[in-house]
């Protein structure tokens, strides 16, 4: 699971463990019995180290920190790492009491580890394009002549000076450069003269400089005849440059104030295929008539983040994927998608649509159309019309209140359908309103307001997200056409055990994922498929697992029953002995006065945190040799109570927590003190 520890232990000490969810490593020295010290490392990307100290005492604990309080402040954010000492390893030259001692209480500390997360770009969900995929990366020799200075250049005409802090534009660049890199600079204006004799440039790339309108002589674009990549996102631009070259084949302006576009812009352009015009603030008004006139390769377009209220009218028919994202929409006029018969995406989320403003033939022509998406608009009903080959409808967060039955008559090939956040009542959900669609397997209802499960759900659904509702019921029947159901999600409704038919699972003969959690069951519902791989019923009332209930699971390999009132005996006699193939048992939060006896072979995780344990006896582990971790933090453990043994023979323990919240434990005080620290960093 994690990468092997790197261990040049110079002391035969014991081995740390770690548990890193990011993989990463541990160096150990010791001088002494008494003291080692050691470098945690993560590797998240960029791999960052910090120095610790560690104590053992005599008395068999362990304490960790930083071994200076800087290192420890800075980097953001962290990341925890668990400490344990592996008995194993200790080598007997210790005298052999107080080493037992040491480790059989195994330690738990908590680690800062630094832990930077790859830098990622601020930027907007668009798919931004590639923007130097052009320019060759690899420089051969020999040099040019021409070169400015603080720039490399490469005999193939590849000039790169990005981010070396240019407020001016190059000079002297030779005529032969094809793949200008400026980007990430200061550049506040570009003439005429500077760029008028680049007549071979092909790749221009200007992003993230200072460029306003102003200071941009457009004329000058009209020289390079040879011009397919410019890129100029991140800039101050008010208007785009009024004529571009005819060679242009991609153009970046995002993130710019963009008002204004002329019709010579992107117009007359043959070889154009994408524009990327995101975070501006183009109105209706700024944009040409025929903003794409004789362009007529365009693929892709990005006018996501502006303030456009209608769809750009004329789009060129060869359009692929139009992202138009969290602009003012209200309506989208007759005829606007009309002429697309290639598009297959189209995104139209986060915008004031609602169902006055489009009608029956609105998206009916988009016969390519695959993907659509009008989440976060103000629909009250599904949009009728929508075309034939649709697969994946986003209609989420809306206010769609009822399915009629012919709502979604037209879209045979759908399989993704997310109707997630809206006003959707069990009644107002037509019984055929899901009839036909057999390919539908992904739906995607939970947060509204349904009080049952809907009748008339697609018969080959997968994955079925019922949560947050305010289900109070399951009848015999309710689930009984659902035969390819793999994952059923039921949490956060208002389920009781009187209210779910015995029977009402007994057709989900190939259900892996059941989540019942949040509701208000008192014992586990009887008739689970056996089918089932992951069983939550966490934050519940259960106070019993009736006998039987989990027999014949032999694919469960996670239970999940935390925050519950369980006790050891409102759960059957070998009830988790039976689940041969369980790895993850989770019984955090119940009131278990004992380690379960009855734990089976298979057996991984066990989470036992906040129970009311308050011994671990020798024999606890005896059949669980597989164990990885062992959670038992806040319960009622004392040292003497632990017994030293049990753990002994657990070769493949990675993760023993007791470390907070039980009584009696030494140096308690400091680590209530280091989570304080952590949580103020
Ligand atoms: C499109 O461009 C052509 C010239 O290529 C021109 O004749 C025509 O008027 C333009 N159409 C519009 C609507 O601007
Ligand atoms: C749209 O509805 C009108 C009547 O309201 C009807 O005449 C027309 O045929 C419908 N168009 C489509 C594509 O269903
Ligand atoms: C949503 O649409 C309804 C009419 O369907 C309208 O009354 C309401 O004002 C709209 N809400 C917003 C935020 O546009
Ligand atoms: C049920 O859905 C919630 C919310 O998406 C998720 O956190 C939970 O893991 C799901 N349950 C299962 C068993 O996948």
């Keep these: 699971m994690f990468p092997s520890p790197v261990l040049p232990v110079t002391f035969p000490l014991p081995l740390p463990l770690l548990s890193l969810t990011s993989g990463g490593y541990l160096v150990w020295r010791c001088d002494s019995f008494s003291s080692c010290y050691g470098t945690a490392c993560v590797r998240t990307g960029r791999q960052t180290c910090s120095a610790f100290l560690l104590t053992l005492f005599a008395n068999g604990w362990v304490?960790?920190?930083?071994?200076?309080?800087?290192?420890?402040?800075?980097?953001?954010?962290?990341?925890?790492?668990?400490?344990?000492?592996?008995?194993?390893?200790?080598?007997?030259?210790?005298?052999?009491?107080?080493?037992?001692?040491?480790?059989?209480?195994?330690?738990?500390?908590?680690?800062?580890?630094?832990?930077?997360?790859?830098?990622?770009?601020?930027?907007?969900?668009?798919?931004?394009?590639?923007?130097?995929?052009?320019?060759?990366?690899?420089?051969?020799?020999?040099?040019?002549?021409?070169?400015?200075?603080?720039?490399?250049?490469?005999?193939?005409?590849?000039?790169?000076?990005?981010?070396?802090d240019l407020t001016e534009f190059p000079a002297e660049l030779s005529e032969e450069t094809r793949h200008l890199s400026l980007?990430?600079?200061?550049?506040?204006?570009?003439?005429?003269?500077?760029?008028?004799?680049?007549?071979?440039?092909?790749?221009?790339?200007?992003?993230?400089n200072w460029l306003t309108t102003d200071g941009l002589e457009d004329e000058g674009f009209e020289m390079l005849e040879e011009l397919a990549y410019l890129y100029l996102a991140n800039n101050k631009l008010t208007s785009a440059p009024k004529v571009l070259p005819s060679s242009l084949v991609s153009a970046d302006f995002a993130a710019n104030q963009l008002t204004r576009i002329y019709p010579y812009t992107f117009g007359h352009k043959p070889k154009l295929r994408s524009v990327y015009l995101h975070n501006n603030k183009l109105t209706d008004a700024g944009l040409p008539d025929h903003m794409f006139n004789a362009s007529d390769n365009l693929e892709i377009l990005t006018m996501s983040s502006?303030?456009?209220?209608?769809?750009?009218?004329?789009?060129?028919?060869?359009?692929?994927?139009?992202?138009?994202?969290?602009?003012?929409?209200?309506?989208?006029?007759?005829?606007?998608?009309?002429?697309?018969?290639?598009?297959?995406?189209?995104?139209?989320?986060?915008?004031l649509l609602n169902n006055e403003g489009m009608d029956n033939e609105t998206f009916s022509q988009l016969n390519s159309l695959e993907c659509l998406d009008l989440s976060y608009n103000n629909l009250s009903v599904v949009p009728k019309g929508l075309p034939r080959n649709l697969v994946l409808l986003h209609l989420e967060k809306n206010s769609i209140r009822s399915l009629p039955g012919d709502a979604l008559i037209s879209v045979r090939n759908l399989e993704y359908l997310l109707l997630h956040n809206n006003k959707l009542r069990s009644r107002s959900i037509h019984p055929a309103a899901f009839q036909g669609l057999k390919k539908l397997h992904t739906l995607h209802m939970y947060n509204n307001l349904l009080e049952r499960v809907p009748?008339?759900?697609?018969?080959?659904?997968?994955?079925?997200?019922?949560?947050?509702?305010?289900?109070?019921?399951?009848?015999?029947?309710?689930?009984?056409?659902?035969?390819?159901l793999t994952e059923l999600n039921l949490s956060y409704n208002q389920l009781t055990n009187p209210k779910v038919h015995r029977e009402a699972f007994r057709k989900l003969r190939v259900l892996e994922k059941l989540d019942l959690s949040g509701n208000g069951l008192h014992s586990v519902p009887m008739g689970l498929p056996r089918s089932l791989q992951v069983l939550e019923i966490k934050n519940n009332q259960l106070s019993s697992i009736p006998d039987g209930a989990l027999t014949g699971m032999e694919k469960l390999g996670k239970i999940i029953l935390s925050n519950n009132q369980l006790k050891l005996n409102s759960v059957?006699?070998?009830?988790?002995?039976?689940?041969?193939?369980?790895?993850?048992?989770?019984?955090?939060?119940?009131?278990?006065?004992?380690?379960?006896?009855?734990?089976?072979?298979?057996?991984?995780?066990?989470?036992?945190?906040?129970?009311?344990?308050?011994?671990?006896?020798?024999?606890?582990?005896?059949?669980t040799p597989n164990i990885k971790g062992i959670f038992l933090r806040f319960n009622r453990l004392s040292v003497d109570s632990v017994d030293e043994s049990s753990f002994a023979h657990l070769s493949n323990l990675q993760v023993l927590?007791?470390?907070?919240?039980?009584?009696?434990?030494?140096?308690?005080?400091d680590e209530e003190d280091d989570d304080k620290m952590m949580e103020e960093e």
């Design 183 to 208: 980007q990430n600079n200061k550049i506040a204006e570009i003439t005429v003269e500077h760029i008028s004799h680049l007549h071979q440039l092909e790749t221009l790339n200007l992003q993230n």
């Design 657 to 669: 927590d007791i470390g907070t919240g039980n009584t009696d434990l030494p140096f308690k005080r």
């Design 63 to 164: 304490r960790t920190e930083a071994s200076s309080a800087a290192e420890r402040r800075s980097g953001e954010p962290s990341n925890h790492l668990v400490v344990g000492l592996e008995s194993s390893a200790v080598d007997m030259a210790f005298p052999k009491h107080s080493v037992l001692r040491a480790l059989s209480v195994l330690i738990l500390a908590c680690v800062l580890v630094h832990c930077q997360a790859p830098l990622e770009p601020a930027e907007e969900d668009d798919v931004e394009p590639i923007k130097e995929t052009n320019v060759p990366t690899v420089f051969a020799k020999p040099e040019p002549v021409q070169c400015p200075p603080e720039c490399s250049c490469t005999a193939e005409g590849a000039v790169d000076c990005a981010g070396v």
């Design 306 to 351: 502006n303030f456009l209220r209608t769809v750009p009218r004329n789009l060129p028919s060869n359009l692929y994927r139009l992202h138009l994202k969290s602009n003012k929409l209200e309506k989208i006029p007759a005829g606007a998608f009309d002429n697309l018969p290639n598009l297959r995406e189209l995104y139209l989320p986060n915008n």
């Design 455 to 484: 009748r008339g759900l697609p018969r080959r659904a997968k994955i079925l997200m019922l949560l947050h509702n305010s289900i109070s019921e399951i009848g015999r029947n309710d689930l009984s056409l659902l035969y390819t």
């Design 572 to 623: 059957y006699q070998g009830a988790w002995m039976e689940l041969s193939a369980l790895t993850t048992l989770d019984l955090s939060g119940n009131q278990l006065s004992h380690i379960p006896s009855d734990l089976p072979e298979s057996l991984e995780y066990l989470y036992l945190q906040s129970n009311r344990i308050s011994t671990v006896p020798a024999s606890a582990f005896e059949g």
